[in-house]
């Protein structure tokens, strides 16, 4: 029993704390003309970028469950944004727990939905701190129009004050304008620039920090404002790794699954993915990596 409790120590003692930003909606196209900042890093080689072939359907609450299960719809079967259950699978929050590690996400409740309990309770889930749910602190909100000022300042509180191992940030200010205006809209372009500004703002802060810091996005959007097929605009999203275990540079030459997201961050927490986890980290990602099945 000794020398299991000295190698749980050893494990949280070497666990990597990772930061993940999901921009909902932010195509790999709008992102590459409108994220200046994450762009300037790549041209400077202080992070890497791949382009992503998202999974199908490309919505909402099915690929909040395939990013962070690595599994695709058939599997976990989160078949629509109506199909309202919680996951029973293992996730990056669940892997991260059983390795004596802290989570926490401000996020839109779908994810207290799919991750802790179904259902989400406006009156009193809204913040949950150091909870034993597999989020064990979350600040939640159900309005698409959450401003990304508001957002962003949540997660940022939650990593001061909660230090979580791996802290989720979840925008929809994207997401909304698409609907609203669709893609190449003045309103839609402009909603990522200003989660740009937002992530700019703390991304040096998070690095000082120690924390590896992946952004990505869900899905796209069309022009119509309309997401959910199999089209570029609708599939095609950008993945930013900043992170020294990750080799920089561009490797937007051909596309990554979407399946990848799961394994690359249990990869950067330094926790053991799931064996459900079908997809294989792209060897460029790092200098010395074996391919995780």
């Given at each position: 029993l000794g020398d299991v409790y000295k190698r749980q120590l050893l494990k949280e003692a070497s666990m990597k704390k990772t930061i993940f930003v999901l921009l909902d909606a932010c195509q790999y196209e709008a992102g590459t003309r409108n994220l200046g900042y994450l762009e300037?890093?790549?041209?400077?080689?202080?992070?890497?970028?791949?382009?992503?072939?998202?999974?199908?359907?490309?919505?909402?609450?099915?690929?909040?469950?395939?990013?962070?299960?690595?599994?695709?719809?058939f599997s976990h079967g989160i078949t629509t944004n109506d199909t309202l259950r919680t996951l029973d699978c293992d996730n990056v929050f669940s892997l991260c727990q059983k390795q004596g590690g802290k989570t926490a996400a401000a996020a839109y409740h779908w994810f207290g939905e799919l991750y802790n309990h179904i259902p989400f309770r406006?009156?009193?889930?809204?913040?949950?701190?150091?909870?034993?749910?597999?989020?064990?602190?979350?600040?939640?909100?159900?309005?698409?129009?959450?401003?990304?000022?508001?957002?962003?300042?949540?997660?940022?509180?939650?990593?001061?004050?909660?230090?979580?191992?791996?802290?989720?940030?979840?925008?929809?200010?994207?997401?909304?304008?698409?609907?609203?205006?669709?893609?190449?809209?003045?309103?839609?372009?402009?909603?990522?620039?200003?989660?740009?500004?937002?992530?700019?703002?703390?991304?040096?802060?998070?690095?000082?920090?120690?924390?590896?810091?992946?952004?990505?996005?869900?899905?796209?959007?069309?022009?119509?404002?309309?997401?959910?097929?199999?089209?570029?605009?609708q599939r095609d999203v950008p993945l930013y790794i900043f992170s020294d275990q990750v080799s920089a540079g561009r490797f937007e030459n051909q596309y990554i699954s979407q399946l990848c997201i799961a394994p690359l961050l249990c990869w950067l927490l330094d926790i053991e993915p799931s064996p459900d986890m079908m997809a294989e980290i792209p060897i460029n990602m790092a200098d010395a990596i074996s391919l995780i099945p």
């Amino acid at each position: 029993l000794g020398d299991v409790y000295k190698r749980q120590l050893l494990k949280e003692a070497s666990m990597k704390k990772t930061i993940f930003v999901l921009l909902d909606a932010c195509q790999y196209e709008a992102g590459t003309r409108n994220l200046g900042y994450l762009e300037h890093l790549i041209d400077y080689k202080k992070g890497a970028k791949y382009k992503v072939k998202g999974e199908l359907p490309s919505l909402s609450r099915p690929m909040y469950a395939t990013l962070l299960t690595g599994t695709p719809v058939f599997s976990h079967g989160i078949t629509t944004n109506d199909t309202l259950r919680t996951l029973d699978c293992d996730n990056v929050f669940s892997l991260c727990q059983k390795q004596g590690g802290k989570t926490a996400a401000a996020a839109y409740h779908w994810f207290g939905e799919l991750y802790n309990h179904i259902p989400f309770r406006i009156d009193r889930e809204r913040i949950q701190l150091q909870s034993s749910e597999t989020i064990n602190s979350g600040i939640y909100y159900w309005d698409d129009t959450y401003p990304d000022s508001h957002l962003f300042a949540d997660g940022e509180f939650l990593r001061q004050n909660q230090n979580p191992d791996f802290l989720l940030i979840h925008s929809m200010a994207i997401d909304d304008q698409g609907h609203k205006h669709g893609s190449g809209s003045k309103e839609y372009e402009e909603a990522i620039a200003i989660a740009g500004h937002m992530i700019a703002n703390l991304l040096p802060t998070w690095r000082a920090a120690g924390y590896h810091v992946v952004v990505t996005a869900d899905h796209g959007i069309n022009e119509l404002g309309i997401h959910g097929g199999n089209d570029c605009a609708q599939r095609d999203v950008p993945l930013y790794i900043f992170s020294d275990q990750v080799s920089a540079g561009r490797f937007e030459n051909q596309y990554i699954s979407q399946l990848c997201i799961a394994p690359l961050l249990c990869w950067l927490l330094d926790i053991e993915p799931s064996p459900d986890m079908m997809a294989e980290i792209p060897i460029n990602m790092a200098d010395a990596i074996s391919l995780i099945p």
